[in-house]
């Protein structure tokens, strides 16, 4: 059970903005000023 939970929370937040990771990543690269 907690895999499918774990896997049904990724998959929808995936739907939710697909290329939200790669986002995520910019902003937190330049916070911290890499």
Known sequence: ???L???Y???RLG???AGTSDIQ???I???MGI
Do not use: L, P
């Open 15 to 17: 739907v939710i903005g």
């Open 29 to 31: 690269a330049k916070t």
């Open 25 to 27: 990543r910019n902003i």
């Open 9 to 11: 929370r990724e998959s």
């Open 1 to 3: 059970e907690h895999d």
């Open 5 to 7: 939970q774990r896997h």
